[in-house]
């Protein structure tokens, strides 16, 4: 069993007492612990964004990021024949930069303002504030919701919904190839040392359905295939809502396109990697999105989704580098030198250009939205 040094906190006292009492731990039960802990969970209780947090999302990179998704989103309105109501989704908002970013490019785009009701899907008290700050200034009405599932559905109303960095937050399970079948990777209490550490379940026939088909073939003894349950259902419910009122999504994330096995849990804390069993509650944790997962929950819910792209192909697409140079020609050299950095960590190939992938989804009436290329099947 592999060992983390202990550090003592009253969750993680929690965690060993609810494994003593039960046995070992899901790899999901631990991070909902660690990350959602109504009391001392890392979401719960502080603001973990920006280079005084533990991580920067593209959003705090530049305000390129967000003014090309209100254009994205913008435009998809147009598509839409440009409705006198809709819905702006924003699941896990972080700061509201993004949002605020987005709403600032699309004043000038005649009635979208006016036709916006924001939506924030956010359980942080401390991040709902700083959202509510972040778009204070341009009179959009806006309201909080703990789940998507909790955003009413208007008739006639479309919803574009925006998840940036969001599936990769999800809890999810692990599972690993045996000499003779799958069995779940568990959290457990070192019987001698007394700390966290990862142990294997039972092998059993339940735990080999879980395991994609199309993967089943190819496994070697100690591969890990990673499965997100929340993710899957919050993409069956995006579908479902994108049909009814002929909406669209744009997710981006770092994952891959393609379902595959490894090992991508880790935590980051105060922008470095962290033990992952060590501090919870005081280090993010997160794992690769399967994008393929995610567009075929959407396509088996009757909605549609685009081929999955780069966000370096993503942003250029939508005019990242014609945006920069239009900053530059009012910026000093100082500025302007800011700006091509944080134009390049978000598209270069060796930064978050290719790392981070795009997935675009829409209900099966609506009109595919800007950047669609292909069709995922």
């Avoid at 100690?222 to 009814?244: F, T």
């Avoid at 014609?322 to 091509?340: G, H, M, P």
């Avoid at 598209?347 to 209900?363: C, E, N, R, S, W």
């Amino acid at each position: 069993m592999s060992q983390v040094p202990e550090t003592q906190s009253p969750l993680l006292d929690h965690i060993k007492r609810r494994i003593a009492l039960s046995g070992p731990i899901s790899i999901a039960d631990f991070m909902n612990e660690a990350l959602a802990h109504p009391e001392y969970g890392y979401y719960r209780k502080q603001d973990p964004f920006g280079r005084a947090g533990d991580f920067i999302t593209a959003p705090e990179v530049s305000q390129m990021f967000g003014e090309l998704i209100g254009l994205w989103a913008a435009v998809s309105w147009q598509q839409m024949g440009c409705p006198p109501k809709i819905d702006l989704v924003e699941l896990g908002p972080g700061r509201g930069t993004l949002m605020s970013d987005a709403l600032r490019a699309v004043r000038n785009v005649p009635g979208f303002g006016d036709s916006l009701t924001v939506r924030f899907v956010e359980t942080s008290p401390v991040l709902r504030t700083h959202q509510q700050t972040a778009i204070m200034a341009y009179g959009i009405p806006a309201t909080w919701h703990e789940a998507f599932d909790d955003i009413p559905t208007r008739a006639n109303v479309p919803a574009i919904v925006i998840g940036n960095e969001f599936f990769d937050a999800l809890p999810i399970r692990q599972f690993e190839r045996g000499d003779h079948g799958w069995a779940e990777r568990l959290v457990g209490v070192d019987a001698k040392s007394g700390e966290l550490g990862f142990v294997r379940g039972r092998e059993t026939p339940v735990t080999d359905a879980l395991i994609p088909a199309t993967l089943r073939g190819t496994a070697k003894k100690g591969d890990i295939y990673e499965s997100c349950a929340p993710a899957i259902a919050i993409a069956d419910q995006i579908a479902r809502r994108l049909n009814e009122t002929h909406g669209a999504a744009l997710f981006i994330d770092y994952g891959h396109p393609s379902s595959a096995f490894g090992d991508t849990l880790q935590a980051l804390k105060g922008h470095e990697y962290h033990p992952v069993l060590s501090d919870p509650g005081d280090a993010d944790l997160t794992a690769h999105v399967d994008f393929a997962a995610i567009a075929r929950a959407m396509n088996e819910a009757g909605g549609r989704t685009g081929a999955v792209l780069t966000q370096g192909t993503f942003l250029r697409m939508l005019g990242i580098e014609q945006r920069a140079e239009l900053l530059k020609t009012s910026a000093d050299e100082q500025q302007a030198v800011a700006i091509d950095q944080a134009l390049a960590r978000l598209i270069d190939a060796d930064q978050m250009g290719t790392l981070f992938k795009v997935l675009i989804g829409y209900g099966r009436e609506t009109t595919p939205p800007p950047c669609v290329s292909g069709v995922a099947g």
